[in-house]
């Protein structure tokens, strides 16, 4: 199938900047990310207790592990399936959920759906012989596919589920990390694998009064089923004569609400900020086009992917993927096919893109209108601001579910946010909705600070240094995975390495190059490896040197996460990419890993 170029609407350019950032301006915070509440103290039950599995009972557990890998989603199931291929066997997966799965376990809210090319996003396809169902995979069959690649690679006897590490010490006397965890564990590893995944911990509006309400609440990511009824397919059937409220219109609200408003004696959204909403378009996997294109399909559909996503198509490029992540690409594409593909200058092309962005832009806030009957509801529900700068959603029935007369929306975008909290429900613009249960679709701490994030106090290396004050400006590594100062200790995510638009993609390359790290340093018989200071400076220069200049991009952007709220301290969600790009990295990689000396890394007794 071609997949053609959509139809965009003309604009006007400066009106639509202007309004861009009036949008933005209206909801910038003084307190930034410091604006959420963490799921600790008070709050711990919307992180720690797990609505899905029973508890975990088991002794403590006293033991010596060559690997430590902290969490059970893609990157802690890749990681540790690499590491047993590698021939590493003495590891365990450490992990607070009842099973594997990461976000895809915790996250089971009604509705769930992975948002990206399922043929992309779903890891180790070819390996363990699976084609999704769909385009867009359900949450179900997400999870169910962590648990595949848990089976496959044999996973399941090395975890430790139901726990939660709680601290991190290196152990200079034994060159091995004590790992604390809330069970009481004993366990002395060789190596420890840091997985959290960026999804890891959900996160709380700090609205005034959050704690006073005396209704019903919880977090998407740990879906109360008990208090609804249904399962992730629907049927919430005790919500009926209740009246509910979601507090958030994020990727996870987009989802969950249709399902709401269908069974809830009424629904009350408070948004803050509109999410852009364009057609889930979902349809069967063709099978046999994907068989037919033989080995390493996946690879070639994901490097597809990603040039659409980051990079944007040359001549001749298909979009495989063609949906609304790809579309602003494909849109250019067409334009400079059709101006027989002109030499342009970098500015040029920038210029280009902003305007195929907000046509694309346009088009969806025109089809809101074309959807939503109530004029005021429509416009409220209008994205200003450009494509990338929130997370594109794609549903059929979010829209039309603003149609329903038991579904109210209430725009809090004046006052940044909802009001305050009172024992009997919400206040915002000057009104009190009293409701039964307030839901906080309010996402995660992604771009909030890193002692927040990994929750693990205190996480210390030689001499007793805080990995959180090492980084107190900024990350220092050699290619994202390992830091001075902390021998044996290796990082996968949004840090100093290659970022691809498809995150499984970066999880399975770090996984592939800290596997390799490690079977060397165990085959060389080293007890411990880790930068030395020189490879690490150097990294970070090369990093600073080669980092795209996007910050006028972000700073524009209305805030979220995305952009670290609008704070004048950017950082960024994608940590700090190296900036010749995912595949240019992958080459880097494949060549340090050829030349076989560990360049840039100590190897100590
Ligand atoms: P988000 O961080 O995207 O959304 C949080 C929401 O809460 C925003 O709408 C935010 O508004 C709102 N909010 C926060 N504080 C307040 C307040 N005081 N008053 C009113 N509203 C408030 O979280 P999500 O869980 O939706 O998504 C997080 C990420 O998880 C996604 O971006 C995506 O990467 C991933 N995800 C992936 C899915 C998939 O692939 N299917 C599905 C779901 C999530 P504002 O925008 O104004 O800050």
Known sequence: MICKPTQTPEIDLPALRDKYRQERDKRIRADGGNQYVEAADGFAEYYEADPYSPPVIREPVSQELDVAVLGGGFAGLIAAARLKQAGVLNLRIIDLAGDFGGAWYWNRYPGIQCDTDSCCYLPMLEEVNYIPKDKYAYGAEVYEHCRRIGRHFGLYETALFGTLVRSLRWDESIRRWRVGTNRGDDLRSRFVVMCPGPFNRPKLPGIPGIQSFRGHTFHTARWDYDYTGGDTTGGLHKLGDKLVAIIGTGASAIQVIPFLARHARHLYVFQRTPSYIDDRGNQPVDVEMIKAQGPGWQKKRQANFHTAAFVGFGPGEPDLVCDGWTEVSRNMAAKLEAMGWPQLTFLQLIEMREIEDYKAMERLRRR?????????????????????????????????????????????????????????????????????????????????????????????GRGGLSLYDHWADGYRTLHGMMTYGFPNLCFTGFTQAGVSANTTAMFEQQGNHIAYIIKETLARGAATVEPTQQAQDQWVRIIRETSITDRQFWRECTPGYYNNEGEEVFRSHLGEPYGPGFYAFDQLLQQWRDDGNMEGLLLGK
């Not at 149609?403 to 206040?427: W, Y």
């Open 368 to 460: 809101i209108d074309s959807v939503v009957k109530d004029r005021q509801t429509a416009e409220a529900l209008k994205p200003y601001y450009r494509f990338l700068c929130k997370r594109p959603c794609f549903s059929d029935e979010y829209l039309p579910t603003f149609n329903r007369p038991n579904v109210t929306l209430i725009d809090v975008s004046q006052s940044k946010g909802v009001e305050r909290i009172t024992q009997m429900g919400i206040v915002a613009n000057g009104a009190e909705y009293q409701v039964d249960c307030i839901i906080f679709a309010s996402g995660f701490e992604i771009t909030t600070e890193l002692r927040r994030r990994f929750g693990i106090e205190p996480l210390a």
